[in-house]
Structures are given as structure tokens and as C-alpha cells.
T-cell receptor
Framework: KQEVTQIPAALSVPEGENLVLNCSFT??????LQWFRQDPGKGLTSLLL?????REQTSGRLNASLDKSSGRSTLYIAASQPGDSATYLC??????????FGDGTTLTVKP | KAGVTQTPRYLIKTRGQQVTLSCSPI?????VSWYQQTPGQGLQFLFE???????NKGNFPGRFSGRQFSNSRSEMNVSTLELGDSALYLC????????????FGEGSRLTVL
């Protein structure tokens, strides 16, 4: 059974800092890994999708990497802003299309 | 292009009642999956439908059921509601038959009294 863990559970940083969020998964037989952002009481917004054959994806200030062999993915946020404050979740999806989500990292960026 | 639409956004029910939630996927998307999100359990997978067929199912009791229509719209039903069913129910759609990028709706917030 796939288990996905996100560390840390919460993170508080001053504006402008670069930061890394971690996601680990127990079963490396994944099809893709997706990072999401969730604002309080809202749905999930897709940030980046990494296929199993890829090593990383970039979108603006965000960069996500994937290391299947070690069961890890990281989300790098450059030059953080208060608007980045949210909960970030990762999801590992199998070939059969079943997705397992981590519990998320709640990020607070202080002005 | 419209996103994933979930209705209703908020609803309050009492124990023992039943509820039906609706999800309209992004136009052209044929896969719809449902998730329950609670503070204690996080995001848990309920089931996934593709071309009107349930393709995957999570570990929820039979009180939770779903279906998908020919236009890809999906509904989920919870019968005999319990207090523990209070949660944010999220629907996600993806385009292809294989596992693809998930796009979520805003969710339906269910409160059971």
C-alpha cells in the first residue's frame, strides 16, 4: 500500500527566502507525481506534474524534482512571497490511476 | 474554458439522511474521481469513474456510492449519514484514459448534525 509523507508539516519563513518542501513515497512504481496548492476552504490547484520518466519540472518560481529510486520529490520555491502562504500537497499516482496524497505542508510567508 | 464545477458548495444534513453531490468535469475530460478531506484523515480517495464505469475504489463503506453519466458528469451519494461524514468532498477530473494531471473543483462542504 502506497504511503506518502510530507515533511515538515508546517513551515514559517520571512518573505524573500528560498525554501524546499519534501514529499516521500514508499512504492516507487508510480506513473506520475503531482504538486498542489490549497488555500483554506478551497479546492486544490495543480502546480506541477512530473511524469515518472522525468527528473524535474519548472513553472515560474517553482521547481519540482523527482527521484523514483529513493522515493522522493521536492518542491523548491524561490523568493517566497506572502501570497505563497497556503498548504502544499503532493500526490503519487500509480499506473492504474489511483492517487495517494500526503497530509501537506502548511507554509506561512511573513511580510 | 470552465473548470471543474461542484454543487452544492455547502450543505447541512442531519444524521440518517442521505445526500447527493454533483461534479461536472472540464469539457473533454472523461475521468472523474472523488475524495473526502477531513482534518484528521487528510485527503482520502473514494472512487474513480471513466466512461461511466467505476475503475478504482477506495476503502469506504457501501454507504458511499457514485455514478457517471454519458456526458461525464458524476454524482456521489452518501446514505444514512453519520457525524463522521462531515467533510469537504472534492472532485477531480482528468482528460485521458490513463493516469493524468488532476484538476480539482472547489469542493462541497458537508456538515452532518
Amino acid at each position: 500500500k502506497q504511503e506518502v509523507t510530507q515533511i515538515p508539516a508546517a513551515l514559517s519563513v520571512p518573505e524573500g527566502e528560498n525554501l524546499v518542501l519534501n514529499c516521500s513515497f514508499t512504492d516507487s512504481a508510480i506513473y506520475n507525481l503531482q504538486w498542489f496548492r490549497q488555500d483554506p476552504g478551497k479546492g486544490l490547484t495543480s502546480l506541477l506534474l512530473i511524469q515518472s520518466s522525468q527528473r524535474e519540472q519548472t513553472s515560474g518560481r517553482l521547481n519540482a524534482s523527482l527521484d523514483k529510486s529513493s522515493g522522493r520529490s521536492t518542491l523548491y520555491i524561490a523568493a517566497s512571497q506572502p501570497g505563497d502562504s497556503a498548504t502544499y500537497l503532493c500526490a503519487a499516482t500509480t499506473n492504474a490511476g489511483k492517487s495517494t496524497f500526503g497530509d501537506g505542508t502548511t507554509l506561512t510567508v511573513k511580510p | 474554458k470552465a473548470g471543474v464545477t461542484q454543487t452544492p458548495r455547502y450543505l447541512i444534513k442531519t444524521r440518517g439522511q442521505q445526500v447527493t453531490l454533483s461534479c461536472s468535469p472540464i469539457s473533454g475530460h472523461r475521468s472523474v474521481s472523488w475524495y473526502q478531506q477531513t482534518p484528521g484523515q487528510g485527503l482520502q480517495f473514494l472512487f474513480e469513474y471513466f466512461s461511466e464505469t467505476q475503475r478504482n475504489k477506495g476503502n469506504f463503506p457501501g454507504r458511499f456510492s457514485g455514478r457517471q453519466f454519458s456526458n461525464s458528469r458524476s454524482e456521489m451519494n452518501v446514505s444514512t449519514l453519520e457525524l463522521g461524514d462531515s467533510a469537504l468532498y472534492l472532485c477531480a477530473s482528468s482528460r485521458d484514459g490513463g493516469p493524468g494531471e488532476l484538476f480539482f473543483g472547489e469542493g462541497s462542504r458537508l456538515t452532518v448534525l
